[in-house]
Every structure is written in structure tokens, then in C-alpha cells.
């Protein structure tokens, strides 16, 4: 008989705790799909969600607004009964009871405002400018306006080849401290840029301005008894300790062709795992006080 009660009791347990793993399990998650892209994020994978999809408590969604028009942005988004204040088009949410409502559905919206419009100032005798916001597509010259969160492309022109460029966006005699920065590694590289309205100065005006100097040859040191590189300019191998010239890609590969969380200079962690990492060489990437990129790896789970 004891033994009947202790295995109805531990069936109870059982029973409950698959309960409640069921429910974290099944929360919906409720939005407008032709205003609203929400993309689950598991292990480094990205799964585009569809209206009244199920996912667990916890789970990491990036929700990126659709078919906005370019003169407007999101002012807030709402979460449930949450309401957060936007300060970009995109944000990243972690999923969480708290915000279910009495439908155990957590809803996601939000609320858009005009955008304000800015002058783009820059020499266009060196860049060309591409407005490449999705619902506003054109180009751009000197002292153009945009609109606040729209993507603009840089391309440089006339630059010399032998030459490496450093943009900043934002620099003014306003003396503003929030300032965007793009290095640029070859004559034929571009950036993108969203606007943003903390770079612009009393004027309304958003600057791009722009230093050139010559490359220069970094060291670029890794354990050749771990990682394999090659150059695409030249398509040889390269050997730890060697001096590459700016603006050159390197290719990197682990020699037990196994994925893994690559580190270089001073940027760490990349994700998602992967057996290759290549990169363009410039200064920049050289951490304080040291005269060489280093490229490590520590194993991926």
C-alpha cells in the first residue's frame, strides 16, 4: 500500500512539473505580420516567426517593423501592457509571463511618430550617397535631406587606392561627444548609416568628414598548429608573424575543421560559431599599446 501511495505521488509530481513545462512552452505570441517581422533567435539560428506562433518562456525574438514609410519611425513599442520608448525601428525582446494577457497571449505593437528631416552634409566630389530605406530609394548629393533612421550608403569615389579612409559622422562645432565612426579598408569599400538625430547640430545638419592616410603593414600573429589563413589578394598562405598590408582580406580556417567562437585584436566572441572567419586588415582592430592583430578561438558549445 505504501508503496501504491508513493508511486501515485510521485506521478502527481511528474504530471505537474510536465504541466508547467508545457505551459512556458506555449505562449503565443500575437502581432500585425504585415507591419511587424518577429525572428526567433536559438542558438544562433533565426527563425522567422508567424502570427500566433508558440514559443517558451525566456525565448530571445528580434522584432523589426515593416513597410513603414520613410517620414515616419516607431515612437513606442508595446509589449502586452508594457510600453517602452523606441529609439530604433528593431529592438530585441526576452519573452516573459509577466507580459501575457487574459487571452495568454502576449501582443506585440506599437505606436509611430513623424520623423524628423535632416541635412546630409558631405563632399560629394569624394562619396556618393544612396538613400537605401526600403520605401524611399534614391540618391543623394551635398546638403540632401533624410529623414531621421533612414539608411544611407556611403560609396567612396577619387580616393587613392593606396590610401586607407576613416569617416566620422556627426563631427561638428557643436562639439556633440555622440559621433559615428567607419573605417574604411580599400578605395572600394562603402558603409551604411542610419541617421540619427543625436549627430545632428543646431542647424539640423548631420556631417560627414573624413581623414585619409597611407597604409600601413600590421603583424597578424595565430597558433599555426590550430588555425590555417590565406590571403585573397595574392591567394598564398600566411604565416603567423607575417606583415599584411592594410585593406587585405585574410582568410582564417581551424585545421580540425570544427566550429568554434572566434576572437581578433579587440573584438571578441564572434557569433555565430563557425569553422572561418575572414577579415579585412587595418589599424584599427590593433588593441591598445599592441603592435599586432591576434587571432584565437576557444571551442564552441
Keep these: ?44 539560428n533565426f527563425t522567422t516567426l508567424k502570427n500566433h506562433s508558440t514559443v517558451s518562456e525566456g525565448a ?28 530604433y525601428n528593431s529592438f530585441d525582446y526576452r519573452v516573459s509571463k509577466k507580459d501575457l494577457n487574459a487571452s495568454n497571449q502576449i501582443s506585440i505593437s506599437y505606436k509611430t511618430r513623424k520623423a524628423k528631416k535632416f541635412t546630409i552634409i ?32 556611403f560609396i567612396p569615389r577619387n580616393i587613392n587606392p593606396n590610401n586607407t579612409v576613416t569617416c566620422i559622422i556627426g563631427k561638428t562645432t557643436d562639439n556633440i561627444e555622440s559621433l559615428s565612426s567607419y573605417e574604411l579598408h580599400t578605395s572600394d569599400d562603402s558603409f551604411m548609416y542610419t541617421v540619427n538625430s543625436d549627430e545632428a547640430n543646431s542647424k539640423n545638419e548631420i556631417r560627414l568628414t573624413y581623414i585619409e592616410r597611407k597604409k600601413e603593414k600590421i603583424a597578424i600573429n595565430f597558433d599555426e598548429s590550430k588555425i590555417k589563413c590565406v590571403s585573397t589578394r595574392t591567394n598564398q598562405a600566411v604565416k603567423s608573424g607575417s606583415k599584411i598590408l592594410e585593406g587585405t582580406k585574410l582568410n582564417f580556417k581551424t585545421v580540425s575543421d570544427k566550429a568554434v567562437i572566434w576572437n581578433y585584436g ?16 587595418h589599424k584599427s582592430m590593433l588593441p ?14
Excluded: H
Design 1 to 44: 500500500m505504501k508503496s501504491l501511495k508513493k508511486f501515485i505521488v510521485l506521478l502527481l509530481v511528474f504530471f505537474l512539473v510536465a504541466g508547467i513545462a508545457f505551459a512556458e512552452k506555449n505562449i503565443t505570441i500575437e502581432f500585425n505580420k504585415n507591419k511587424i517581422l518577429c525572428t526567433l533567435i536559438k542558438n544562433n
Design 122 to 153: 558631405f563632399d560629394d566630389s569624394k562619396f556618393k550617397c544612396e538613400n537605401n530605406s526600403k520605401t524611399y530609394k534614391q540618391k543623394l548629393k551635398n546638403k540632401g535631406k533624410a529623414f531621421e533612421r533612414n539608411s544611407l550608403e
Design 266 to 281: 579587440n573584438i571578441s566572441n564572434i557569433l555565430p560559431i563557425s569553422k572561418r572567419l575572414n577579415f579585412k586588415v
Design 288 to 301: 591598445k599599446d599592441e603592435k599586432a592583430i591576434v587571432v584565437s578561438y576557444k571551442n564552441g558549445k
Design 60 to 87: 530571445q525574438l528580434n522584432i523589426t517593423v515593416q513597410n513603414l514609410p520613410y517620414n515616419k519611425v516607431v515612437s513606442e513599442w508595446i509589449i502586452g501592457n508594457k510600453k517602452i520608448k523606441a529609439k
